[in-house]
């Protein structure tokens, strides 16, 4: 019997766990694909979460688990779980993923008329911790962009690591929107349409230092671009990957004294924090960055109680009126 569309060779193993299930989970997988247009890994991830639960299952109900089964099973089961999980001593956010993954699962089969259970909606995610990113100075980030310049050896590749760099920092770029850029972007203008997590556009304004970074690098790149290849590129011409701008940091890093936390994505935050302390507003800043909620940019910009209290006394109306009474 021919596998359904949809499922790679890793999937294969779905065959052995739950035979009954093969065409319902590459349909699932299409609408995540499809619909929620979730990105490659997170959609890599969800595929391996809901594997690995149902050959959780396979071993806890001592069968394969079909659509009756998934059906029939008790918040006690999905307790057991979550406690095996617990007991391998998994991390709280690959937990958390994971009963994300599952619950997409269900609600979907569900959806499709398969499956209805109740019970997964018993389970709470389990507590993360409040991990907010480090930012760096303005002083060590132009102190960055200035050594960046200085000791990758070769020019050109000198001149696109600080154009890497300045739009990560300059522009508050993902490095996977960054490296995403097309020859065809460039010359940058005054405004950069920027395809964000889920497909979602922004548009973010350009920096003259950022436009004139990339200008020095393509002066100097040796390698032929054409318009809808890649606008950075590595050694060999092809484009340019992740780990060759996180090792550039890296040694930045060690040059410079700074600490661990100073990462490609730190630049971003330091973009959000360095913008928010200069007087910019929170929805500004969300837009710029792309964030679907403005908690997500108060997480990323550290802004504490004092400061939104702060924002709030100078700028709403009726807090204007209330200090002015106490003169």
Same mark, same amino acid.
């Given at each position: 019997?021919?596998?359904?569309?949809?499922?790679?060779?890793?999937?294969?193993?779905?065959?052995?766990?739950?035979?009954?299930?093969?065409?319902?989970?590459?349909?699932?997988?299409?609408?995540?694909?499809?619909?929620?247009?979730?990105?490659?890994?997170?959609?890599?991830?969800?595929?391996?979460? !809901? /594997?690995?639960? #149902?050959?959780? =299952?396979?071993?806890?109900?001592?069968? +394969?688990?079909? $659509?009756?089964?998934? %059906?029939?099973?008790?918040?006690?089961?999905?307790?057991?779980?979550?406690?095996?999980?617990?007991?391998?001593?998994?991390?709280?956010?690959?937990?958390?993923?994971?009963?994300?993954?599952?619950?997409?699962?269900?609600?979907?089969?569900?959806?499709?008329?398969?499956?209805?259970?109740?019970?997964?909606?018993?389970?709470?995610?389990?507590?993360?911790?409040?991990?907010?990113?480090?930012?760096?100075?303005?002083?060590?980030?132009?102190?960055?962009?200035?050594?960046?310049?200085?000791?990758?050896?070769?020019?050109?590749?000198?001149?696109?690591?600080?154009? !890497? /760099?300045?739009? #990560?920092?300059? =522009?508050?770029?993902?490095?996977?929107? +960054?490296?995403? $850029?097309?020859?065809? %972007?460039?010359?940058?203008?005054?405004?950069?349409?920027?395809?964000?997590?889920?497909?979602?556009?922004?548009?973010?304004?350009?920096?003259?230092?950022?436009?004139?970074?990339?200008?020095?690098?393509?002066?100097?790149?040796?390698?032929?671009?054409?318009?809808?290849?890649?606008?950075?590129?590595?050694?060999?011409?092809?484009?340019?990957?992740?780990?060759?701008?996180?090792?550039?940091?890296?040694?930045?890093?060690?040059?410079?004294?700074?600490?661990?936390?100073?990462?490609?994505?730190?630049?971003?935050?330091?973009?959000?924090?360095?913008?928010?302390?200069?007087?910019?507003? #929170?929805?500004?800043?969300?837009?710029?960055?792309?964030? +679907?909620?403005?908690?997500?940019?108060?997480?990323?910009?550290?802004?504490?109680?004092?400061?939104?209290?702060?924002?709030?006394?100078?700028?709403?109306?009726?807090?204007?009126?209330?200090?002015?009474?106490?003169?």
């Amino acid at each position: 019997m021919a596998r359904p569309a949809g499922l790679n060779a890793e999937q294969t193993r779905l065959g052995e766990l739950a035979p009954g299930l093969t065409g319902p989970f590459a349909r699932w997988l299409r609408w995540l694909e499809g619909e929620r247009r979730l990105a490659v890994r997170t959609h890599e991830s969800y595929q391996r979460d !809901v /594997l690995a639960f #149902l050959a959780f =299952l396979a071993t806890h109900g001592g069968a +394969a688990p079909t $659509l009756k089964i998934l %059906a029939e099973l008790r918040p006690a089961d999905f307790r057991a779980w979550l406690a095996e999980r617990r007991r391998r001593d998994l991390k709280a956010t690959s937990t958390a993923r994971a009963l994300s993954a599952v619950r997409s699962f269900f609600r979907w089969l569900e959806r499709d008329g398969l499956v209805a259970n109740a019970a997964i909606g018993a389970l709470r995610s389990p507590r993360l911790p409040h991990a907010v990113p480090k930012p760096l100075g303005v002083g060590e980030a132009k102190a960055l962009l200035e050594r960046a310049g200085v000791d990758a050896g070769t020019p050109w590749i000198a001149a696109r690591d600080v154009a !890497v /760099l300045t739009v #990560l920092y300059g =522009l508050g770029l993902r490095i996977s929107e +960054a490296l995403g $850029l097309s020859r065809d %972007a460039a010359p940058l203008g005054e405004f950069l349409t920027i395809r964000g997590k889920g497909g979602k556009q922004r548009l973010v304004p350009v920096l003259p230092v950022a436009a004139q970074a990339v200008e020095r690098y393509l002066a100097l790149c040796p390698h032929p671009l054409v318009p809808d290849g890649p606008l950075f590129v590595g050694v060999r011409g092809g484009r340019l990957g992740p780990r060759t701008v996180q090792a550039a940091m890296q040694r930045l890093r060690g040059q410079l004294g700074l600490g661990p936390t100073a990462t490609p994505h730190a630049l971003r935050h330091s973009f959000a924090t360095h913008l928010l302390g200069d007087g910019g507003d #929170l929805r500004t800043i969300q837009e710029l960055l792309g964030h +679907a909620s403005l908690s997500t940019t108060q997480r990323y910009t550290d802004v504490d109680t004092e400061q939104l209290l702060a924002i709030y006394r100078t700028a709403h109306p009726r807090a204007k009126r209330r200090a002015a009474d106490k003169l």
